[in-house]
T-cell receptor, first 113, second 114 residues
Framework: NAGVMQNPRHLVRRRGQEARLRCSPM?????VYWYRQLPEEGLKFMVY????????ESGMPKERFSAEFPKEGPSILRIQQVVRGDSAAYFC???????????FGSGTRLTVV | KQEVTQIPAALSVPEGENLVLNCSFT??????LQWFRQDPGKGLTSLLL?????REQTSGRLNASLDKSSGRSTLYIAASQPGDSATYLC?????????????FGQGTTLQVKP
């Protein structure tokens, strides 16, 4: 079991470009969460997805950010028209259910220049 | 609104010491509490998960306790080693939430000196 796989590990984008972050959950895990860690700040919840459904997106900015978890393939966090304030580490976590806790990926570090 | 606080923010100890990291939460209606370790520039590694009905969990030199009524958890590290140097994060999920999202504290950065 390869664990939660995130790619790319590092991503550099110019202001105004799009960023796509990918997350493959652990085998058998159908719950996927995205968190953001801004410099000098704690981890903040962004969005929770199950296969083909967004369950809770209360932590995700309403504009420019979107997430999906298709029936086949990884979960994608998409940031359109990136700005410098989007520079952060984005972590994905997966879980089989609430009782068993979460496994985190190594994160994608986005730098907007 | 649930808030999670970790004290101290940073801690430096000599190798071999036993130490305690503290986590407090404002709403005692939690579903579970999880302790994580984060190394610089890396992801999170789960250390211990305590369900709301449990009082403590142990793994090797680590012991985590939970007192829901007082809104506190402690992570006890015995015989600390330089390899324990990392940031330790506490996170809770709320009973009222059916999404299971984690609410994190700001972390305690631990340095164990050889």
């Amino acid at each position: 079991n390869a664990g939660v796989m995130q790619n790319p590990r590092h991503l550099v984008r110019r202001r105004g470009q799009e960023a796509r972050l990918r997350c493959s959950p652990m085998k058998g895990h159908s719950h996927v969460y995205w968190y953001r860690q801004l410099p000098e700040e704690g981890l903040k919840f962004m969005v929770y997805l199950q296969k083909e459904n967004i369950i809770d997106e209360s932590g995700m900015p309403k504009e420019r950010f979107s997430a999906e978890f298709p029936k086949e393939g990884p979960s994608i966090l998409r940031i359109q028209q990136v700005v410098r304030g989007d520079s952060a580490a984005y972590f994905c976590a997966s879980s089989p259910d609430r009782e068993h806790g979460y496994t985190f990926g190594s994160g994608t570090r986005l730098t907007v220049v | 609104k649930q808030e999670v606080t970790q004290i101290p923010a940073a801690l430096s100890v000599p190798e071999g010491e036993n130490l305690v990291l503290n986590c407090s939460f404002t709403d005692s209606a939690i579903y579970n509490l999880q302790w994580f370790r984060q190394d610089p520039g890396k992801g999170l590694t789960s250390l211990l998960l305590i369900q709301s009905s449990q009082r403590e969990q142990t793994s090797g030199r680590l012991n985590a306790s939970l007192d829901k009524s007082s809104g506190r958890s402690t992570l006890y590290i015995a015989a600390s080693q330089p390899g324990d140097s990392a940031t330790y994060l506490c996170a809770v999920t709320r009973s009222s939430s059916n999404t299971g999202k984690l609410i994190f504290g700001q972390g305690t950065t631990l340095q164990v000196k050889p």
